[in-house]
């Protein structure tokens, strides 16, 4: 007898089954990371943050700061060889990139100011403490109406450890009040958290903030707040686990960046103060940690500042410059866009290395990320660089999905400082600002 053969399943059939029970497993999974991860945040982010002690800031620092920088320029590096060599940028490029920092210098000296009450502000009794924080908010304020604050501003308050906690809240009341008093939430405003040691500190942070948000009368979110990665603790909490990530997704939505510190960071491992440096190893670790706790989640990484300013004699003040230049430049390489100044001729140095590590990479950024418009980029292909000869010494390059989502966000990157103009996007790349926005928070298809 002879059985009856079975017929088997239509494998589209099959395939959507089995694809329809797996979607049920994982529903729960994927709301979690579409939640925890969503993605770069689009918009602007300042290539540094300048710092000044509270009590010492008026509307019009922020030019000052350009104007004493462009004087330091002018007396100490008169000539592009100079510039050049002492900025660590390609002697071709010299001329064009000191015009460019002079402009600016001019224009836009400081991109992000951050008003301070912890390290770098002279603590006093309360009650002149409360007074600095009324008359700082005020002099935000009048900036903010008069057009001549940066385009991004914010206050460091003390920590949320027990010993500062009432201090940090008290003056950050008072410096909103005053603020507020005048105007608005200035555009780009931030509340700097130092210190932290767990992510409960975080969840505390975003109450806090909840609560001025009702005490005076803002929106709900409106206040948003960064971390300062300072501590041990911080990087590798008691239970071996990496506390860092925790902080980042204890905020509530209102986290915008984490800033590497320095200094006290290098000191509570026991760092002796001559070899504490943003290159040392502890510090390398510590900003891996950052970049793996950020990733996909929209929240921002600075590093931190040099301690060694350009002030002195022409041989100190060069000698602070090489440094600074180096140190902004391998910051760049290794993705920390931001960083933190603590004087005003650092701004020579921080434009000079960010300018150059844009102008040197534009031309194959711009390149690549036109071939790939020009392919609809849809699949990886081994390539040399497009226009040159096949024995040009380049390497083929293969083409990753996101490649044209990094490009586009190498050159807006360059874009937002001024290391290139809109006329220049526009004749490297056949893109105009909306199109190279919308290409960098692109989602590209899976292959």
């Known amino acids: 007898m002879t059985l009856p053969q079975r017929r088997p399943a239509s494998r589209s059939l099959v395939a959507e089954s089995i694809a329809a029970e797996l979607d049920g497993l994982l529903a729960l999974a994927d709301r979690a990371r579409a939640s925890a991860y969503p993605g770069d945040r689009p918009g602007r982010q300042p290539v540094h943050t300048a710092y000044v002690p509270a009590d010492a800031y008026r509307p019009g620092l922020a030019a000052e700061w350009g104007r004493r920088a462009a004087a330091e320029l ?81 206050v460091r308050c003390r920590s949320l450890e027990p010993g500062t906690r009432r201090r940090s809240i008290v003056l950050l009341d008072e410096f909103l009040g005053s603020l507020l008093a005048s105007g608005p939430l200035p555009a780009g405003f931030v509340v700097t958290l130092p210190k932290v040691t767990a992510a409960a500190q975080v969840t505390a942070m975003a109450r806090l903030c909840e609560r ?4 005076h009368h803002l929106a709900d979110g409106e206040l948003r707040f960064e971390i300062q990665v300072e501590t041990p603790q911080v990087i590798l909490g008691a239970d071996g686990a990496a506390e860092l990530a925790r902080c980042v997704h204890a905020a509530r939505g209102r986290l915008t960046g984490l800033h590497y510190g320095t200094y006290d960071y290098s000191a509570a491992l026991g760092i002796a103060a001559a070899y504490q440096s943003m290159e040392h190893p502890v510090a390398d670790f510590a900003r891996a940690v950052m970049q793996v706790a950020v990733a996909g989640t929209g929240v921002r990484l600075s590093d931190g500042s040099s301690n060694v300013l350009p002030e002195g004699g022409s041989q100190q003040v060069l000698a602070a410059w090489r440094l600074h230049a180096r140190l902004v430049r391998r910051s760049l390489e290794h993705g920390f866009y931001q960083g933190w100044d603590l004087h005003p001729a650092q701004l020579v140095s921080r434009y000079a290395a960010t300018f150059g590590f844009f102008r040197e990479g534009l031309a194959q950024a711009c390149e690549r990320l036109r071939a790939i418009l020009r392919a609809g980029r849809r699949e990886p292909r081994d390539r040399g660089v497009p226009g040159e000869p096949e024995d040009s010494g380049h390497a083929a390059i293969m083409e990753e999905p996101a490649t044209a989502r990094a490009l586009a966000g190498f050159v807006g990157r360059g874009l937002d400082c001024g290391a290139l103009t809109e006329a220049e996007l526009a004749g490297s790349t056949g893109l105009d600002r909306v199109r190279l926005d919308a290409l960098r928070q692109a989602d590209m298809p899976a292959r």
């Open 74 to 154: 002018a007396s100490r590096l008169p000539g592009d060889a100079e510039f050049a060599e002492v900025m660590g940028v390609a002697p071709a490029l010299a001329g064009d990139l000191r015009a460019r920092v002079l402009a600016k210098l001019a224009a836009e000296p400081v991109e992000d100011l951050r008003l301070d009450f912890e390290d770098g502000y002279r603590a006093r009794e309360a009650a002149a403490e409360d007074a600095d924080a009324r008359a700082a908010g005020a002099a935000l304020a009048r900036a903010a109406a008069d057009g001549v604050a940066p385009p991004f501003t914010g």
């Open 212 to 215: 001025l948000e009702q005490a």
